[in-house]
C-alpha cells in the first residue's frame, strides 16, 4: 500500500473521522501535525496543499485529497474494498445523509459555536459567550433529532456493520458530550445515547481521542 500521510492536528474533528477510519481498517499512517489556532492552517506551505486552510489532507504517495468525504471515500476503497459504505442503495444513501447534516448543520453549531465556547475559549482564557451558545442549541438539537430519525439503531448507526456515518458523529459526540448543553442536545434521541454510550468504549475511540 501507498505512504499514507494525514496533514491536519489531531484535535480536530474531521481529522479524527479520516483516523477512526485508518484505525479501524488496520492501516499504516503518519500524521503531520498542521494547528489551526496557531495560523500552520494558513501558511503558504499548507494552503499550497489545500486552498480552504482545512485540516485534514490526505496525502498518498505525493497525491494530496483534500475535502472529508472525498478522503473517507478514497481510503475506505482502496483499503478494505468499500467495507465501510453499505451495498444497500437505501442504506447507502442514509450513511450520506448524515454525513451531510454533519457537514451542513451540525458541525457549525456543535463544534464551532458550543465547543468552542465552552471548551476552547476557557481553556485560552476567554470568557463563554452564553448568548451564541444558547442559540446554537436549538438547530444542534434539530440536526442531532434528523440523525436520530435515520438511525437503525445499535450498535451501529446504520445497524449491524461500522460505517463512515459512524466516523463523522463520533468525532462530534466527542466533544459535545464534555459540554453541559449534551444532555438537552439529546434529551430526544435515546438510539443515539445508547450509541453513543457503546462507541465511547472503542478503544479506537479512545485511541483518536487521546
Ligand atoms: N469541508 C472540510 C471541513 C474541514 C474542517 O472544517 N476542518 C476544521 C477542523 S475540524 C478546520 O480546518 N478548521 C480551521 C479553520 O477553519 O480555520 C472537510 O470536509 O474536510
Known amino acids: 500500500m501507498a505512504k499514507l500521510t494525514v496533514h491536519g492536528t489531531p484535535i480536530s474533528t474531521y ?3 479520516v483516523r477512526l477510519l485508518l484505525e479501524e481498517a488496520g492501516a499504516d499512517y503518519d500524521i ?3 494547528g489551526i489556532f496557531n495560523g500552520d492552517n494558513e501558511s503558504a506551505e499548507y494552503l499550497a496543499k489545500n486552498p480552504f486552510g482545512k485540516v485534514p ?4 504517495d505525493g497525491q494530496l485529497i483534500y475535502e472529508t468525504a472525498a478522503i473517507t471515500d478514497y481510503l475506505d476503497t482502496v483499503l478494505v474494498g468499500n467495507k465501510f459504505s453499505p ?3 437505501l442504506t447507502r444513501a442514509r450513511m450520506r445523509q448524515i454525513m ?3 457537514d451542513s448543520y451540525l458541525y457549525s453549531q456543535a463544534i464551532t459555536t458550543i465547543v468552542v465556547q465552552r471548551l476552547i475559549v476557557p481553556s485560552q482564557g476567554g470568557k463563554t459567550d452564553g448568548e451564541r451558545v444558547n442559540n446554537a442549541v436549538s438547530p444542534a438539537k434539530k440536526a442531532v433529532e434528523a440523525i436520530e430519525a435515520l438511525t437503525v439503531g445499535s450498535p451501529y448507526l446504520l ?3 461500522v460505517s463512515i456515518a459512524d466516523f463523522y458523529l463520533i468525532p462530534i459526540f466527542i466533544y459535545l458530550s464534555k459540554t453541559p448543553e449534551f444532555d438537552a442536545i439529546t ?3 435515546p438510539k443515539l445515547r445508547a450509541w453513543w454510550d457503546q462507541a465511547a468504549q472503542h478503544p479506537n475511540v479512545k485511541k483518536v481521542s487521546a
Do not use: C, Y
Open 15 to 17: 481529522v479524527r473521522t
Open 32 to 34: 503531520k501535525d498542521v
Open 57 to 60: 489532507t490526505l496525502e498518498v
Open 87 to 89: 451495498s444497500d442503495p
Open 100 to 102: 451531510a447534516i454533519v
Open 159 to 161: 445497524g449491524g456493520e
Open 187 to 189: 434529551a430526544q434521541t
